[in-house]
Structure formats: structure tokens, C-alpha cells
């Protein structure tokens, strides 16, 4: 099975940018559908982005769509998250998610991933 590390995480001003990155292990991320979800304290886990296994497609939440870029890069086995103009509310633990996908759909919901990895914290300071 793979095994997805996330990196990039930190402490940001409002307005600054951060990029992600998520690398799996294991197994070739060509044949897996991936995502990000984030979750804030107090708060249930929440879908950011995601994108098909060959890329191309790509879907956000309403609350990221034009500030936030899922890119992927099958030959390098990773999956990055492009972040600008950081709001406060962006603040939370990012989740990378991934999983086989027969067909070359995008998944938005939590449950359709089998493969998570531990989280990397963001912070958006005022």
C-alpha cells in the first residue's frame, strides 16, 4: 500500500503564500486519485482540493477556488498544494489523501480515500 508523508507546513502572515507537498511511498502515485483536506480545532475534517489520477482535472472547495493550486507529478511520486493569499481561516492541519481510482474521476468526499498521511500544521496569523 502507499504510505503519503505531507511537508511545507508553517506559519504565515495573512496575504503570504505557502506550498505543500505530499510524497508517497510504496506504490506509484499513477494510478491514485488525490486530495487535501484540512482540519481546524474544533472543527470536522473539511475537502480543500483535489485531482485525478493522470491530472488535469482539478476541483476546489468554494472557500480556497482561485487562491489554492493541487498540482501533481506522477514521475516524481508527489502531489503539491500551492497556497496564496492566506486568509486566517485557512489555519488548520493539512491532510494529504489518496486513492486508487479505476476509472479518472476527482474525490471530494473524505470517505472515497483509503490512504491518508499524518498532517502538516498551517498557521495564518492576523
Known amino acids: 500500500q502507499v504510505q503519503l508523508a505531507e511537508s511545507g507546513g508553517g506559519v504565515v502572515q495573512a496575504g503570504g503564500s505557502l506550498r505543500l507537498s505530499c510524497a508517497a511511498s510504496?506504490?506509484?502515485?499513477?494510478?491514485?486519485?488525490m486530495g487535501w483536506f484540512r482540519q481546524a480545532p474544533g472543527k470536522e475534517r473539511e475537502f480543500v482540493a483535489a485531482i485525478r489520477r493522470s491530472g488535469g482535472i482539478t476541483v476546489y472547495a468554494d472557500s480556497v477556488k482561485g487562491r489554492f493550486t493541487i498540482s501533481r507529478d506522477n514521475a516524481k511520486n508527489t502531489v503539491a498544494l500551492q497556497m496564496n493569499n492566506l486568509k486566517p481561516e485557512d489555519t488548520a492541519v493539512y491532510y494529504c489523501?489518496?486513492?486508487?481510482?479505476?476509472?479518472?474521476?476527482?474525490?471530494?468526499?473524505?470517505?472515497?480515500?483509503?490512504?491518508w498521511g499524518q498532517g502538516t500544521q498551517v498557521a495564518v496569523s492576523s
Open positions: 510504496g506504490r506509484t502515485l499513477s494510478s491514485y486519485a
Open positions: 489523501a489518496g486513492t486508487i481510482s479505476g476509472g479518472n474521476d476527482a474525490y471530494t468526499r473524505a470517505f472515497e480515500y483509503a490512504y
